[in-house]
């Protein structure tokens, strides 16, 4: 939606039912991510350090020592910290609503 702002600002009209979804998303080069066992105040501090509303909750997936993806998803590393460069299976979408919930009372 940036991209046709900024289009529509400079005179420039582009028809959203066109518009490929790529050319309006976030690449995945540049998603900020954390794994499951981030810490609350830490993803808060990441969104607002990223300037960022949403994040990418990344289960990290085991590998083989060859480097191959293991098969099975439920064996993520259980203590890995926030990554800035998700990789692995995704397990939700945490929002500044959900953070704010457990720290602001009647927020929820």
Not at 64 to 86: F, I, K, L
Not at 97 to 106: E, N, Q, S
């Amino acid at each position: 939606l940036n991209m046709l702002g900024s289009a529509a600002r400079l005179g420039v009209s582009l028809d959203p039912r066109r518009v490929a979804i790529t050319a309006c998303a976030t690449p995945s080069s540049s998603v900020v991510g954390v794994t499951p066992n981030t810490a609350a105040i830490s993803c808060l501090q990441k969104m607002v350090d990223d300037g960022v509303r949403q994040l990418p909750v990344i289960a990290p997936v085991a590998t083989t020592p060859a480097g191959s993806t293991s098969g099975a998803h439920a064996s993520a590393v259980a203590d890995a910290d926030a990554t800035d460069s998700p990789r692995g299976m995704l397990v939700a979408m945490l929002t500044m609503r959900d953070v704010l919930a457990h720290f602001l009372p009647g927020s929820g």
